[in-house]
C-alpha cells in the first residue's frame, strides 16, 4: 500500500472542492468582462440553513450569556438581515436556477447575504467555537457541530465570487447536504 501524505491528500481534497465550487458557480470571460453565474438553489439552501442555525444558537442560554446583551441585538438584527437578504435575491432571481452574479440587483442581494452571515460568523460561531471551548454537554457538542457546518457553507457562499481562489478554512472535500443535514438536526432538537 502507498503512503499518502497529508500534502497529497491536501491537494486532493482542494481538488474535489474545486470541482464541486464549479457547479456552484460558472466563470465565463468574454475579453475584459468576466460574468459569474450563481445557482440560484444552492445560495438559498446554504443562507436558510445559516439562518436556521443562527436562528437556533441564539436562543441557547450559554450562546446568549457569553455574546452578552449587546451582541445578542446585533446578532438578532443580522439574523433579520440575512432573512431579507435572501427573500430580494430571491426576488432578483425570479423563476431562474441560475442568474448572472454581474447583474445589479442579483449582486447587492448576494453581497447583502454575504455581509450577513459574515455577521453570523463573527457574532455567533465564534462564541461557539471559542468562549464556549471549555463548556461540555451534548447541547454544546451539536452546537459545535452545527457551528462547523455552518461555517463550512458560509465559506462556500463565500467561494462562489472569490476569483482568487477557494477561501474555505479546510481542504477537506465538503459534503453540503452534510452539512445542511447537522444543522437541520441542530435546529429540530434545540429549536
Known sequence: MTKISRRSLLRAGAGTLAAGLLAACTVTKSGTTTTLTLNVGEVVDYGNAVLSFASTAIGLSFVSAAMGTANVTLANTAIAGLKSSL???????????????DSASVK????????????????????????????????VTQAKTAAGAAETLIDLLKAMVDMSGARLRSAAPVDTDAAIGQIAIFAATQG
Open 108 to 139: 447587492a442581494a448576494f453581497d447583502s447575504i454575504l455581509a450577513d452571515v459574515e455577521k453570523v460568523d463573527t457574532l455567533i460561531i465564534s462564541v461557539i467555537t471559542g468562549t464556549a471551548a471549555n463548556l461540555s454537554s451534548s447541547v
Open 87 to 101: 427573500t430580494a435575491f430571491q426576488s432578483a432571481a425570479g423563476s431562474s436556477t441560475s442568474v448572472s452574479y
